[in-house]
């Protein structure tokens, strides 16, 4: 397990944009590491994850609103939401593991269980 942190989140006006950060006490050159929003009064989703081999994957909802990229020299992993709209409005948490969250790719089956370190999760409060 890595320890992660976010930051980045805060209220924000619908349209705007924000970069989220998830800091890794450690290489993160091959994690898959990814986003989750946590919603009020709706599950836990993934929005955009990246595999160990550095490949992007978003939900198909998310294209073109979201941007995974990691900063391989800081150890960072970072999220860029264009466009915010209210219904961006959760805590996202960062998570890591060694192994690909998912057997198939975001959006096409389950989220592997036991992922390895999850973060306390940054707010976004997206107000129209």
């Known amino acids: 397990d890595v320890p992660l942190v976010e930051s980045g989140g805060g209220s924000v006006q619908s349209g705007g944009n924000v970069t989220l950060s998830c800091a890794a006490s450690g290489l993160i050159s091959l994690l898959c590491m990814g986003w989750f929003r946590q919603s009020p009064g709706k599950e836990r989703e993934a929005v955009a994850t990246?595999?160990?081999?550095?490949?992007?994957q978003y939900d198909d909802s998310a294209k073109g609103h979201f941007s995974i990229f990691k900063d391989y020299t800081k150890n960072i992993l970072y999220l860029r939401i264009n466009s915010l709209k209210p219904e961006d409005t959760g805590m996202y948490h960062c998570?890591?593991?060694?192994?690909?969250?998912?057997?198939?790719?975001?959006?096409?089956?389950?989220?592997?269980?036991?992922?390895?370190?999850w973060g306390q999760g940054t707010q976004v409060t997206v107000s129209s």
């Open positions: 998570a890591a593991d060694v192994d690909d969250f998912y057997r198939y790719g975001l959006g096409a089956g389950p989220l592997r269980p036991g992922i390895g370190s």
């Open positions: 990246m595999t160990g081999s550095g490949i992007p």
